[in-house]
C-alpha cells in the first residue's frame, strides 16, 4: 500500500516474496518501537570528541537492543512520526543523561562535556526547559556541560516563537547550542545566527567523499570563514585517517571527531578510553 501511494507513475504494484518480505519488514519495526514505550531497551554509546590529543565532550548515540532497529537514522525517523514519539524520545534523552551522570560518578577525573541530540519537536513543549532541568538535577549534570544538538534539516523548517523563546531561555541557564551535521541541510546564515548557536558541527560529507584534496580544502575553509564570522565553535565529525585530520587541522578546525579516534564505545569501554588517556 505504501508503495502503491509513494510510486505516482505506476500505482498498481504486483505483490511478490520481496514486497511480503518489506512488508514483514515494516510490520517488525513499528512493533519494536510501540515496545519502546513500555520498555526502552536500548544502550548508551560515547564517542569521543577531541581538541588537542584531549577529549574535551562526548557525544551519547542510542544503540537498541533489537535487532530490527539497526538502522539508528531510519528508527529515528520512524519514532518522529510515532503518535507516543516524543514520550519515547524523552526516554532516550533521560537514558543518555543517566549513564553519563553514571560516567561522572566512575571516573576519577576531570569529565567531559556531553552532546546530547535533541528533537526540535520537543522544544515546542511548554514544559520542554522544566523537563530538561529536572533530568540534569536527578544525575547530578550542570547545564554549562550539555550542549544540545540540532541538526540542520531541522532548522529548515517552520519554527514557532515557543522554540525561539526556550533556546533562549537555555543559553541564559548555561546549555550550549549545536548545528549537526552543518552542510546538508538548507538553513540561511539569518536562521543560524537567530538560532543562537554555540557550535556548529560540519558533516563528515565535507571529507569522506571523492572530492580532490583542493576541493575539500576550498569547502571546508568556507564553512570555517562562515563559523568565525559567527564566532562560533568549530567541530568536524568523520575523521577516519590521519589525511582527515591533518586538513581539518590545517582549515583552523580544532574540534575533531571520528574513527580515528575512537568508535562508539559502551559506557565501560568509555570508561577505560577516559582512564587510559589520562594515564590512570
Known amino acids: ?6 510510486d505516482t507513475q505506476n500505482p498498481i504494484i504486483i505483490y511478490s516474496d520481496e514486497l511480503s518480505h518489506k512488508m514483514n519488514q ?3 519495526i513499528q512493533n519494536a518501537i510501540n515496545s519502546l514505550r513500555q520498555q526502552l531497551t536500548a544502550q548508551t554509546y560515547f564517542q569521543p570528541i577531541i581538541q588537542n590529543n584531549k577529549t574535551i565532550s562526548l557525544e551519547a548515540l ?3 537492543d533489537d535487532p530490527v532497529l539497526r538502522d539508528i537514522q531510519q528508527t529515528f525517523n520512524l519514532i518522529g512520526q510515532h503518535k507516543h514519539g516524543k514520550s519515547i524520545l524523552w526516554q532516550i ?4 543523561l543517566a549513564t553519563y551522570g553514571e560516567l561522572k560518578q566512575t571516573f576519577k577525573g576531570a569529565i ?7 528533537d526540535m519537536d520537543l522544544m515546542e513543549e511548554s514544559t520542554f526547559t522544566e523537563q530538561l532541568n529536572r533530568l540534569l538535577a536527578e544525575h547530578h549534570i550542570a547545564a554549562k556541560q550539555v550542549y544540545l544538538e540540532i541538526t540542520e534539516s531541522e532548522t ?3 519554527i514557532g516563537d515557543s522554540v525561539f523563546q526556550t533556546l533562549d531561555i537555555l543559553k541564559s541557564l548555561g546549555y550550549r547550542i549545536s548545528l549537526d551535521d552543518f552542510g546538508t541541510g538548507y538553513s540561511s546564515i539569518e536562521r543560524v545566527m537567530r538560532l543562537g548557536f554555540d557550535q556548529i558541527k560540519i558533516d563528515k560529507i565535507f571529507i569522506n567523499n571523492n572530492f580532490s584534496t583542493e576541493q575539500k580544502y576550498t569547502a571546508l575553509q568556507a564553512a570555517v570563514n562562515l563559523g568565525r ?9 568523520g575523521i577516519e585517517t590521519p589525511e582527515d585530520q591533518a586538513l581539518a587541522q590545517k582549515c583552523g578546525i580544532s574540534l575533531l571527531q571520528g574513527y580515528f579516534f575512537a568508535k562508539p564505545m559502551s559506557l ?3 570508561l577505560h578510553f577516559l582512564e587510559q588517556e589520562n594515564g590512570q
Do not use: C, W
Not at 534523552?93 to 543518555?96: D, F, P
Not at 567531559?112 to 535533541?118: G, L, R
Open 229 to 237: 564570522a559567527l564566532n562560533l565553535e568549530l567541530l568536524i565529525e
Open 93 to 96: 534523552i533521560e537514558l543518555n
Open 62 to 64: 542510542t544503540r537498541f
Open 112 to 118: 567531559p562535556h556531553i552532546n546530547i541530540n535533541v
Open 26 to 28: 515494516f510490520i517488525d
Open 268 to 270: 565501560n569501554g568509555t
Open 1 to 6: 500500500m505504501y508503495q502503491a501511494k509513494a
Open 156 to 158: 529548515s523548517k517552520a
